[in-house]
């Protein structure tokens, strides 16, 4: 494996790397947006979900209809549509000042929910961060959850005979193997076979799809019986289920510590670690990296290796999780859109460990508050979908955020700038 | 009430249902307000119920079996609320099943088939293999036997058999939206001499009426779930009748009901006699069923509320 080969000067090496693609890519995701670009294009995000919460109620628009013989009306009922939309979205996502004098559960219900909602988040924003510094784009983020749920599922039902807790720590690591197995190969077919990643990925994302839904979900290995004509597993034994963090009446399980393990360690990972040194090198300049004796192919299957066991992590919380509808087993859309959300997420992270935390703590707000929005105030949840588009959308044009907002320019964020 | 992945707009349950939280809300002179809560994924299913348990909801429907562990994990979480399950059986004592005997419908759907056919053919196919959707095929079958035994016939039923549960079913990775796959099971099913056919695969259905509509007369439909004629009123010139499924009704009972402090944990079965399944009008082939066929339908129709006729169907919802 290890090629320390003198390959000092050897130009006319076939590997083209550092192609406009990856060029733009990583201009997108390392933009100079700082925080208070990220800010506010938060702010311009929510502007715009307002205009589309006001345009959404038939009531406001027909009061707009006369807005110019009375426009208090239309003013009113817009700013009722919105003040209580977003209150909503807030009490749904962080805390609910009514819930004061309620029990615990109430009180920390909404921000509990948050957290839950954010922890496949995080360890999918640093899965795509950790190829991304590696100069690679891992969209593949479906299928390697779908890889790390299926060995977590069956080890989950299958291996009851492993004691207590420790059926728990194996399909945990049954997980992240199977996201690894899968993120191997990507990686060894881009550093050693030239595919490109992106292809590679997505196209492994139908195969592991197709594969659960209309093979593995119908064989009597995986297939629950007592589920006639539904493609769900057998469920978990409950010694394999995350236990709750906060007690049973709280809805965040271990996961989250889970979570907060691995961006500590990603973080130390990047900063100390010689592997870490040499994905991030490879990742700014490959030729570089190159010729100061770093084997780029290690490099870009170990990006890889790490980038799908993060990846498999989600499987292991979407199956073993609070949040999984089906008594803890395995159905076939049990990456959620996840594996996608996941590059946003580490884009709006602008590819940091902790900004990845940040970032999947909004979009998990996000999600825990639509509920209660649309149960509350009849506002689709499609909206969040929008706004949360927006913020990408925002966050990727810096520029067009610092002219919306007059902001000077000039200080030129550096490029690449690990850490 | 919580939609499952579907949406409301899905022209079908989620949108069947949420018209008979509607409609219960204006029968009860808006006494009952209703709301809902879309699914944007399977992971939504958790957190939308626990939604609308800390709103106050007195009822909670959910829709679709897919939905039926979310469901019980909140009932038990939440004893005394109630809930109502569309196409699930009751399981726990807060929570009614709201399911349908569709073999009924679809009975007099196979019946009528085997009456109109001219090719002596009629075909049926499945959008997935559930219960709920072979249910349907297997009371068309049946329609079709008991038609070929009362009138010395040989009608054949092209894409499913009860006896051996098996058929033609959708094979894409969204078998209730696939069109084209729809159109393509229908064109074999006419190439194969088939005249009439009964789709039971949502979206993936509309695929067969294309193919219904670009076959100039030679291959008809049956619609399912709905009156056809209206939710795919494109096609309306090729569905001779619909196999209903009274969503609306079922729902909009359930609600009235827990509002009136009726709310009872037995299933609501729909049937011919409760209005819970039927066949709806025949619109443009009005003027084709010949009035002999249309009181033998009424009679087969009186003869199963009666009990006189017996489905067979191990696929029959239970009580």
Redesign the interface.
């Known amino acids: 494996m290890s090629t320390q080969t003198p390959q000092t000067e050897q130009p006319h090496t076939p590997v083209p790397e550092p192609s406009r693609f990856s060029r733009i890519v990583r201009d997108l995701f390392t933009a100079e947006s700082t925080p208070l670009v990220t800010f506010l294009a938060i702010v311009l995000a929510l502007l715009v979900g307002a205009i589309l919460i006001i345009i959404s109620d038939p009531a406001a628009m027909r009061e707009l209809g006369y807005f110019f013989s009375r426009p208090s009306d239309f003013l009113n009922s817009a700013w009722h549509d919105v003040s209580h939309g977003y209150q909503d979205l807030f009490k749904?996502s962080i805390f609910d000042p009514a819930t004061l004098r309620g029990t615990p559960s109430?009180f920390f219900?909404p921000i509990t929910?948050t957290l839950e909602?954010a922890t496949p988040l995080i360890f999918g924003g640093l899965a795509v961060t950790i190829a991304f510094r590696g100069g690679m784009f891992n969209i593949g983020g479906q299928g390697m959850t779908i890889a790390g749920a299926i060995l977590t599922t069956y080890v989950a039902f299958q291996w009851t005979g492993i004691p207590g807790a420790l059926q728990l720590v194996v399909a945990v690591l049954a997980g992240i193997l199977g996201g690894v197995l899968l993120g191997g190969f990507v990686g060894w077919l881009k550093a050693k076979r030239g595919a490109h990643e992106v292809v590679v990925t997505i196209m492994l994302n139908y195969v592991m799809?197709?594969f659960l839904?209309?093979y593995l979900l119908t064989t009597t290995a995986f297939h629950d019986p007592t589920k006639?004509?539904?493609s769900i597993s057998k469920p978990a034994s409950p010694n394999a289920i995350l236990p709750h963090l906060f007690g049973p009446s709280l809805?965040t399980d271990i996961g989250l510590v889970l979570a907060l393990i691995a961006t500590v360690v990603v973080g130390w990972f990047f900063n100390r670690s010689k592997l870490g040194f040499e994905i991030r090198a490879v990742g700014l300049n490959p030729a570089a990296a190159r010729t100061n004796g770093i084997s780029v192919g290690r490099a870009q299957i170990w990006a890889m290796v790490i980038s799908g066991g993060l990846m498999g992590l989600i499987g292991v919380t979407?199956v073993l999780g609070?949040?999984n509808?089906?008594?803890n087993s395995l159905?076939?859309?049990?990456d959620?859109?996840l594996g996608f959300n996941a590059i946003t997420v580490a884009l709006l992270g602008r590819t940091k460990p902790w900004g990845v935390v940040w970032a999947s703590l909004l979009y998990g707000a996000f999600?825990?508050g639509a509920?209660?929005m649309?149960?509350?105030d009849?506002i689709?949840?499609?909206i969040i979908?929008v706004i949360e588009a927006l913020i990408v959308i925002f966050v990727s044009a810096p520029q067009l955020i610092k002219e919306i907002f007059r902001l000077p320019s000039r200080e030129a964020a550096v490029p690449g700038a690990a850490s | 009430m919580v939609t499952d992945t579907g949406g409301i707009d899905d022209h079908s349950f989620n949108a069947e249902s949420w018209a008979g939280m509607q409609d219960a809300a204006s029968a009860s002179g808006g006494k009952i307000g209703v709301s809902y809560v879309q699914s944007a994924t399977e992971n939504d299913y958790t957190s939308n119920i626990a939604s609308l348990v800390s709103k106050g909801c007195k009822m909670i429907v959910t829709v679709g079996f897919a939905m039926a562990d979310a469901t019980t994990a909140s009932s038990k979480k939440n004893p005394n609320q109630m809930y109502a399950i569309v196409d699930n059986a009751s399981s726990g004592s807060k929570i009614q099943g709201l399911q349908f005997n569709t073999a009924q419908g679809a009975f007099l759907g196979g019946y009528f088939a085997a009456a109109m056919t001219k090719t002596g053919k009629v075909a049926t196919f499945g959008g997935a293999k559930y219960p709920t959707v072979t249910v349907y095929m297997d009371g068309f079958w049946e329609g079709v036997q008991y038609y070929n035994a009362q009138k010395g016939k040989n009608v054949q039923v092209l894409g499913w058999s009860e006896k051996t549960q098996q058929g033609t079913f959708d094979t894409s990775a969204n078998p209730f939206g696939d069109q084209s796959g729809g159109k393509s099971i229908a064109q074999t099913f006419q190439s194969q001499g088939a005249d009439i056919v009964f789709p039971v695969a949502g979206g993936t259905g509309i695929g067969a009426l294309e193919a219904a509509k670009a076959s100039n007369g030679a291959l008809n439909a049956i619609w399912v779930d709905d009156d056809g004629f209206y939710s795919n009123s494109a096609y309306a010139s090729v569905i001779m009748t619909s196999v209903t499924k009274g969503i609306a009704t079922a729902v909009k009972t359930s609600v009235t009901d827990a509002y009136n402090g009726k709310f009872t944990s037995t299933s609501f079965i729909g049937t011919l006699a409760n209005n819970g399944t039927g066949l709806a009008p025949f619109h443009d082939f009005a003027s084709q069923v010949p009035a002999s066929l249309q009181s033998e339908l009424a009679t087969v129709k009186a003869d199963i509320i009666s009990g006189k006729i017996k489905i067979t169907s191990a696929n029959q919802p239970t009580a």
Do not use: H, K, M
């Open positions: 749904g109430q219900g929910n909602d799809l197709f839904t209309n006639a004509g539904q809805n979407q609070l949040n509808p089906n008594n159905s076939p859309n049990i959620a859109g999600q825990a509920s209660v649309q149960a509350n009849g689709s949840t499609d979908s």
